[in-house]
């Protein structure tokens, strides 16, 4: 006989069994294992044949131990075993209560025993034969899963063809050779340990000459780690910007096809919205638009702007005036009483009879402070109505609300798909970048879908007429008007203002035509308290839009 000497392979030194510590059976409290035997034969198929004899002196009614199926090869893989045709017995006999069950990469062997012993385990492992660099090997935890110590094992492993052998003993984690290893003339492996500790386990490994004929069986699987799941690497982050691109090109494809307008919108002149007449000039606003539809052709939304625009703009043809309320207290909150003064008729748009009627439901004097909660749950009429006014018009093909609608739903479809087939392919791949990519690619495709509705040709020209009156709007005033006609344009001119932001500028254009300093009784759609002056209109009015803009804040999500 001789004997071996041999460096650790690395594999070897990381193959510690998956079963930690606090999953080994628990032994009774007195339990003694006074030896230990084993016999392993590799047959001609590349299974390991294995008897264990185990002296025991019990100190309770049932005994366990835990073989494992699953142990550390390396950085990435796990090494798999499987166990068959897995017996006992006790002094001679079948065990009594023997039970062979499955736990976590193991399996647990119960049976019943009493005072002292002996129990012998017969199994067979399959896939202990395995390619490495250094050609075939046959390894397996041969001593494993005792819940007490083993004074001294001896292990005995016939190998046709064996040419070196190594073995480490210990608790999980040791790389602590064995107390001896070693080849005999006849390819037998003899393994000697003295004391291995409860919970220990003593692994052999042997390498196979090239005479041998088994074949390698070894079977490994990929250890999951967050790190693996999300690799980055060449071939990883290559087919993730493939997918995301091609997610790109195909939001860029359908935008392109169905959410660009039909016509580019022109920088155009200024808008200036006068009508020469028989009776001076009047205000005309281009194609005869209204305040709620420049904002909803403007930015494809009907929000809350536009609500105060229209409110605004049917209190200037006289639907409605605004009252200012005396302040409670001289720092105290400003308020106005809404009155209606006339039902309307036909003349009106859809939705502008509905905000009027919604507005006025519970009477035809409201309180702008108290308005809030009855008015918002009747708003979803008003959009309803403004959204169909601008197809009607001829302005969009569809409806605005209805075109995102259904970009978004397909992007937080795209985006829940990549949410399963991040999850899926981080699971049972390396591959979970490309998961990310095609949530990102819903992601842009709901983001897409904001801006996917598209005007018409007409809707495109009308929104080139609007960008003029804006400029209009910016850098004109009323002073080029006779004196007599400024307070009515301007009026006029302040709803489509507020809808572009204009407040504050053609407000005070209404207040530059108080030219005395006496108290003012109001304008006809606006009124203040006594001792009330047009000249304060400027701040009365930029206070009423953000008041009842305000009022109506909690329902922007319904638009």
């Known amino acids: 006989m001789s004997l071996k000497r041999r460096v650790l392979p690395a594999a070897l030194l990381i193959s510690v069994p998956f079963v930690a510590m606090g999953t080994l059976p628990a032994a009774a409290a007195d339990d003694q294992i006074t030896a230990y035997a084993a016999e392993a034969t590799l047959t001609k198929d590349g299974a390991l044949q294995v008897k264990e004899t185990v002296d025991l002196a019990a100190g309770g009614t049932t005994f366990s131990r835990t073989l494992t199926t699953r142990v550390r090869s390396d950085a990435e893989r796990d090494r798999t075993y499987g166990l068959s045709d897995v017996s006992a017995t006790v002094n001679g006999q079948p065990a009594q209560g023997f039970a062979n069950e499955s736990v976590d990469n193991a399996r647990r062997l119960t049976l019943n025993v009493s005072g002292k012993s002996t129990i012998v385990y017969s199994y067979t ?163 005869g638009i209204r305040p709620g539809q420049v904002g909803t052709v403007v930015d494809e939304t009907a929000d809350v702007v536009d609500i105060t625009a229209t409110l605004l703009d049917l209190a200037v043809r006289n639907y409605l005036t605004i009252v200012e309320l005396p302040r409670q207290s001289q720092f105290g909150k400003l308020d106005w009483e809404l009155r209606r003064l006339n039902q309307g008729g036909p003349e009106l748009l859809p939705y502008e009879k509905a905000l009027l009627d919604a507005v006025f439901a519970d009477g035809d004097t409201v309180v702008v402070s108290t308005l809030g909660p009855s008015l918002r749950p009747r708003l979803n009429l008003v959009r309803e109505q403004l959204y169909a006014d601008v197809v009607t018009q001829g302005w969009f093909a569809n409806r605005p609300d209805a075109v995102r609608n259904r970009w978004t739903t397909a992007g937080v479809v795209l985006l829940g798909a990549g949410v399963v087939l991040t999850i899926v392919l981080a699971i049972v791949s390396k591959y979970g970048l490309v998961g990310f990519a095609v949530m990102l690619t819903g992601l842009v495709l709901a983001l897409v879908g904001q801006v996917a509705p598209a005007r018409t040709a007409r809707g495109a020209a009308v929104l080139g007429r609007v960008a003029g009156l804006q400029q209009y709007l910016v850098d004109e005033t009323s002073a080029d008007l006779p004196q007599s006609h400024r307070l009515e344009f301007a009026s006029r001119c302040l709803p489509y203002a507020a809808v572009l932001g204009l407040t504050e500028k053609w407000a005070l254009e209404i207040a530059a035509t108080d030219h005395d300093d006496d108290p003012d009784a109001g304008i006809g759609w606006y009124s203040g308290p006594e001792d009330w002056h047009l000249s304060d209109i400027g701040e009365s009015l930029s206070n009423f839009v953000t008041s009842f803009g305000g009022s109506l804040a909690t329902a922007r999500r319904l638009f």
């Open 125 to 287: 492992v399959d896939n202990v034969v395995a390619d490495s660099t250094e050609g075939r090997e046959v390894s397996w935890p041969i001593v494993q899963g005792f819940g007490t110590a083993i004074p001294k094992a001896a292990v005995t492993v016939n190998v046709p063809f064996a040419t070196w052998v190594t073995c480490i003993a210990g608790r999980v984690g040791s790389s602590m050779p064995c107390t001896s290893s070693q080849l005999a003339e006849s390819a037998a492996l003899q393994i000697d340990q003295n004391g291995v500790p409860a919970g220990g386990r003593l692994t052999f490994l042997t390498g196979l000459s090239d005479q041998a004929t088994v074949q390698p069986n070894a079977e490994f699987k990929t250890r999951w780690t967050l790190g693996r799941a999300f690799t980055v690497d060449s071939g990883t982050l290559g087919l993730a910007v493939i997918v995301f691109g091609i997610g790109l090109l195909a939001a860029a494809a359908l935008w392109f096809l169905r959410g660009r307008d039909a016509a580019k919108v022109g920088a155009g002149a200024p808008e200036r919205p006068v009508l020469d007449s028989a009776d001076g000039p009047q205000f005309a606003a281009p194609d």
